[in-house]
């Protein structure tokens, strides 16, 4: 409104389809301290504004939709952050007392967020009858409600049958009987903030000054796989993606193993 005010514009009628793109571009210049919006949030800014008068639009408060053409500027791919393997083991001895309940459970939701490349909903959304263990397989459901069935390593398996052996009964009497596999202290569902807790406790113990997060653990199952040979559909079927081309993203951060191989592989490459 502000904007507007600035140009003249004292009616959302009044408008024009120039407004809205030198708005777009103000958005991303510093202000007199030097500071911007980052691009996307300036990108989320844009969004709300064509919300808004193709709303209005469709109301009948204005004529037209001057924000119909107006796009938000792209916003730069980011490479996922991935883990190396020393720190994710360093990770995951520094999670959970294997004496106490919540130990247990947090020892077996980090092991099983890095063995299985869940999101982090799909993890705590589980419920016990969702995992096999003698199987070493678990059913998730992901986006859209599409289930899937991932394979189950030996090291979650072991950290899941201590917890749902020594940790879960413990916790679960002082809840109300709900299903889900993980459970806080009080016997109720563990939900994401709380799972998010426990990896930024474990990183701190552990020492680690990257940003750890739950898709910290799924970006770092997905590099290591593809690290060591996995065939991009392969963990395209694991990640849950719709589309391949989600997946290899991934394939961008193993730059440096390729290099590695071709100049250890192509008679040329020296």
Known sequence: MSWCDARGRSDIGEITENDIADFAVSLRVPDADGRVLGAASAARVIVAVR??????????????????????????RRLPKALPYEQIQLLI??????????GLRDRALVEFLYGTGTRISEAVGLDVDDVDLDEY????????????ILPV??????????YLV????TLAPKGRGTARLFLNSRGGPLSRQSA????????ARAGLTSHVSPHTLRHSFATHLLERGAD???????????SVTTTQIYTMVTVDTLREVYATSHPRAR
Request: glycine fraction near 12%.
């Open 166 to 169: 020594r940790g879960r009964p």
């Open 137 to 148: 397989t678990v059913i998730v459901t992901g986006k859209g409600d599409k289930q899937r």
């Open 153 to 162: 390593g030996e090291c979650a398996a072991e950290a899941l049958s201590a």
């Open 232 to 242: 991009v559909r392969v963990v395209q079927e694991l990640l849950g993606h719709a």
């Open 196 to 203: 998010y807790g426990v990896l930024q406790q474990s990183a």
């Open 51 to 76: 919300t808004f008068h193709r709303f209005a639009a469709r109301e009948g408060q204005t004529t037209i939709d001057p924000a119909r053409h107006v796009r938000p500027s792209a916003i730069p």
């Open 93 to 102: 001895e520094s999670t959970g007392d294997g004496e106490t309940p919540e």
